[in-house]
């Protein structure tokens, strides 16, 4: 191979994305990536949320091995030693005593308040991202015969179990939008058995293994998250019925979750259940898409159309409501890259023409929309007209990180991508 990668998804990863974090974001220095940009690209912050840098030394570590198997024309040694420097960022100064991390460190890795009475750890997902990418790092570093791996994956399987534990009896964090008070999320063991599966592919072992596998459970088994045709993006142990809590979908977090499934039940050599999944991704597209503007909606109603039914408490939304009531129209990258990796990989597993041709529709309309063509990259927040909006929708970043793993799993699966 010479020149771009094997792909048109590889050439949009070479020549739209990855140069503009080399330009303006990746501290090689002291390891990891700025991320606090705001939707125009200007650097707000030299703060290093544990979030982004986790995901940031696992998609350097994937870089490097794309690039060993000549699917990606970049730099492959460069790309590990980021991933190795990232991965003793997060174990040397992101993690606390107690198996957690830092929501958030300064550009050297001082902790920085995040709770209401200063506490560092203050999300349950920064530490499993930061898992994931000790991960990573530990696959880069035993390329190069690091010692430090051993330890790594130590501090990585002893931080996802405490994840785990705290998930399952209702203690885990997960701020900036607390879980409700007798609700159980789709996130928590999505999260889980991406995070595990992968930590379990670095060399993870039996620990990781159990930590999927009762994920799995958790979505797919009777009484998960998942059914046979709909799902839950919070489910209520008790309590009334027709809520917009329970009511509202999130189709790119369904469509993530799906994919994430597949290569889990693969690597555990499981049956995969495509019929079903391709089903459920069906169900999310077709409540999600926007029919009067095109692309995805970030929130639904189980029926589609804008989220409906009563607050938890009437007249007073909490946090995650008043998410839902504000950006539920709004079009973001990270939905759409995702799924247009989701009904790719659906496709081709289960046979669904539908799903193909919903793989058309939304990776034309997401490399319509989202590309910033003046400076590289995506403009990654936009209105639901397609215009770019200046609104913090989670965290207040510019995050690399499904863009560029949407595309190298495009590229891996050698998806055409549309003219």
Request: glycine share 10%.
């Amino acid at each position: 191979m010479t020149g771009l990668g094997a792909s048109p998804w590889s050439a949009h990863l070479e020549t739209t994305v990855l140069p503009w974090w080399e330009r303006h974001a990746v501290d090689d220095e002291l390891g990891g990536v700025f991320t606090c940009f705001d939707n125009r690209g200007r650097l707000l912050s030299h703060d290093k949320y544990t979030w982004s840098q986790g995901r940031w030394a696992w998609v350097c570590a994937e870089l490097a091995e794309a690039a060993a198997r000549g699917e990606v024309a970049v730099d492959g040694p460069l790309w590990s030693d980021r991933a190795t420097r990232t991965a003793a960022f997060l174990v040397e100064r992101s993690a606390t005593p107690d198996a957690r991390t830092a929501f958030v460190t300064d550009r050297a890795g001082a902790h920085q308040p995040s709770g209401p009475d200063g506490e560092v750890s203050t999300s349950v997902f920064a530490d499993l991202f930061a898992v994931l990418g000790i991960a990573g790092g530990s696959r880069a570093a035993r390329e190069e015969g690091d010692e430090r791996v051993a330890p790594w994956l130590d501090a990585a399987s002893r931080m996802l179990l405490v994840a785990e534990r705290s998930i399952a009896d209702r203690t885990a964090r997960t701020e900036p939008y607390p879980v409700p008070a007798g609700y159980r999320d789709l996130a928590g063991p999505m999260t889980l058995v991406h995070v595990a599966d992968e930590l379990a592919r670095a060399g993870g072992g039996a620990p990781a293994e159990g930590v999927r596998d009762r994920a799995l459970s958790a979505l797919l088994d009777d009484g998960g998250m998942l059914g046979a045709t709909t799902w839950a993006e919070f489910r209520a142990d008790a309590g009334p019925a027709g809520t917009m809590l329970d009511r509202h979908r999130t189709p790119g977090h369904l469509l993530e979750c799906l994919w994430m499934i597949v290569h889990a039940q693969e690597r555990a050599r499981r049956p995969v259940g495509a019929d079903r999944l391709a089903a459920l991704a069906t169900r999310a597209l077709e409540i999600g898409w926007d029919d009067e503007h095109g692309g995805l909606l970030r929130y639904c109603d189980e029926a589609g159309g804008p989220p409906r039914g009563t607050l938890l408490a009437p007249g007073e939304p909490g946090r995650y409501e008043q998410l839902v009531l504000d950006t539920w129209d709004t079009k973001l990258w990270w939905v759409h890259a995702e799924a247009m990796y989701a009904t790719e990989l659906l496709a081709r597993i289960s046979g669904s023409a539908e799903l193909t041709t919903w793989h058309e529709r939304v990776a034309e309309y997401t490399l319509a929309t989202f590309p910033d063509r003046e400076r590289g990259e995506w403009i990654q927040v936009r209105a639901r007209d397609g215009r770019p909006l200046d609104r913090v929708v989670a965290l207040p970043v510019k995050d690399p990180f499904h863009i560029i793993r949407a595309l190298l799993l495009l590229a891996r699966g050698t998806a055409p991508a549309p003219a």
